[in-house]
């Protein structure tokens, strides 16, 4: 095994499993090390310069999320990764500061959304895929802020199932929802289904 290939499954053990052409070239790398190890099926070629490890590869929210590192998994995505709705997304949301390019998501299945700097970054957590690989999502006040907004992709439906759940839930944390509810601007709606449903 030559050199080269046993620095890349090093670096593959360290990015959990995924690595890009780009990484191989800066670490002086020759990139046929690469063309060898997906010849051999230890590594996949999931996306333009991007390659995964056959366990990582089905797992296309965390590959998301690497791709488009400034991506935070958000509304529907977000209540699916919490466990607040049992819909499986047909289309993940993703949201993105103003001013980022995810030109790349057109054919991705993915729902783009964009926020200003000053609320991006308002609640963004670390939450498991249901591979289990960690990926960016907006906590739960976050989503529940953002899902009774309007022009959101959530219908009333799922909207009504996570206010529900979050109300039950032992870890709610009303302050928090209701600060976050001010600086989102939703606050009127958020107190609505709370008084109702506390």
Request: hydrophobic share 35%; proline share 4%.
């Amino acid at each position: 095994m030559t050199q080269g290939i046993i620095e890349i499954q090093s670096m593959l053990d360290i990015n959990n499993g995924l690595i890009t052409a780009t990484q191989i070239t800066n670490a002086g790398i020759p990139r046929r090390c690469l063309s060898e190890l997906v010849v051999a099926g230890k590594i996949c070629k999931v996306d333009r310069g991007i390659y995964a490890t056959p366990d990582v590869w089905e797992d296309e929210m965390y590959i998301l999320q690497y791709r488009f590192s400034k991506g935070v998994f958000s509304h529907g995505t977000a209540l699916y990764l919490h466990d607040m709705t049992d819909r499986t997304p047909h289309t993940f949301s993703m949201t993105f500061p103003h001013g980022y390019n995810a030109g790349g998501l057109k054919n991705k299945n993915v729902n783009v959304k964009y926020v200003t700097h000053s609320i991006y970054d308002l609640g963004i957590s670390d939450v498991p895929s249901p591979y289990g690989n960690n990926v960016k999502t907006y906590d739960i006040e976050r989503t529940l802020c953002d899902i009774v907004k309007g022009n959101n992709t959530c219908d009333i439906q799922m909207v009504n199932t996570a206010m529900k759940a979050y109300a039950a839930s032992s870890t709610k944390d009303i302050g928090k929802l209701v600060e976050y509810a001010e600086r989102l601007r939703v606050k009127p709606r958020i107190l609505t289904y709370m008084e109702i449903l506390l």
